[in-house]
C-alpha cells in the first residue's frame, strides 16, 4: 500500500534544487508569494531588469540615441512600443527554456507577477491580447506557454484578456531572419472566428515572450488594426 507524504515532510527527505544554480532549496526559498518556485532567493533577486532609457521599438537599453536605437531606425514598426522586462540573456534566457520547452509551468506564476507590475504600471485598464501559438507545437508541447501567462494575468492580477488572434501552422520563427520570418507569417495570423463583439477594443496589449527582430508582434499588429483596433502597444518577457 502506497502511503502519500505530506508535501513538508517530502520536501525535507527530498529537498528540490534551484533550477539557476542547483543548491538545495531547503533552507533557501524565495521570500512569499514566491516561494513556490524552484528558485533560491539569491537567483530571484539576481534577475536584474531592464533599467533606463531604452528604445521604444525594441526595448534595449538607448546609448546616446534619443528614442529609437540605431537598429531600429531602419524598419517600420505599425505598433506604438514594444516594452520587455529583461534582455533575454544569462539565467533569464535559462528560465524561459526551463518554462518554454522542460515543462516547468510553475515558472508562469513568476513570468505574471512581473508583467503585472509592468502592465499597472504602463498600461492600466489596457485589455490584454495574447500572440497565438502555432497548433503544432502547442500539440507537441502539451500547452500554449503564451495562453498560459495570459491566464495567470487574468485570474491572479485581474487583467482583461481578449483572445483576438489565431494562428496557422508554419515554420517555427526562430531560426529565420526578419524578412524570412515576415514571409513565414504572411497568412498564417487570423482575426479570431466566431468572436462576436462587433466592436473591437480601441487599444490594446499584445503580449508575446521573446522579441527578437519584431516580426511577429508586427504581422499580429496588422491584423488587429485591419480588424478595427486603433492603436497596439507589445509587451513580452525579453528582448534579444
Known amino acids: 500500500m502506497k502511503i502519500a507524504l505530506p508535501a513538508g515532510l517530502v520536501d525535507l527527505a527530498f529537498p528540490q534544487p534551484c533550477l539557476l544554480c542547483g543548491d538545495s532549496l531547503l533552507m533557501n526559498r524565495a521570500d512569499p508569494p514566491l516561494s513556490r518556485l524552484p528558485l533560491c532567493g539569491e537567483c530571484l ?65 513568476l513570468f505574471a507577477a512581473r508583467l503585472a507590475e509592468l502592465l499597472a504600471t ?25 495562453g498560459l501567462l495570459a491566464e495567470r494575468l487574468r485570474k491572479s492580477y485581474g487583467v482583461r484578456v481578449v483572445s483576438l488572434l489565431r494562428r496557422d501552422n508554419g515554420r517555427s520563427q526562430k531560426t529565420l531572419d526578419y524578412r524570412h520570418r515576415l514571409t513565414n507569417l504572411q497568412g498564417r495570423i487570423h482575426w479570431a472566428h466566431g468572436r462576436r463583439s462587433s466592436k473591437p477594443p480601441r487599444r490594446v496589449v499584445l503580449l508575446d515572450d521573446v522579441f527578437t527582430t519584431g516580426a511577429t508582434a508586427s504581422e499580429c499588429t496588422r491584423i488587429l488594426l485591419d480588424h478595427g483596433v486603433g492603436e497596439v502597444q507589445i509587451v513580452t518577457l525579453a528582448v534579444d
Open 122 to 146: 504602463a498600461f492600466p485598464a489596457y485589455p490584454l491580447v495574447p500572440v497565438p501559438s502555432r497548433p503544432k507545437a502547442v500539440r507537441k508541447r502539451g500547452w500554449d506557454h503564451v
Open 45 to 109: 533577486r539576481s534577475l536584474e531588469p531592464i533599467r533606463g532609457r531604452r528604445c521604444r521599438v525594441c526595448s534595449l537599453p538607448l546609448i546616446s540615441e534619443s528614442e529609437v536605437c540605431m537598429r531600429c531606425r531602419t524598419s517600420e514598426f505599425p505598433f506604438v512600443s514594444h516594452q520587455a522586462i529583461y534582455s533575454y540573456s544569462g539565467a533569464v534566457r535559462e528560465l524561459i527554456t526551463h518554462y518554454k520547452f522542460q515543462s516547468q509551468r510553475i515558472l508562469a506564476d
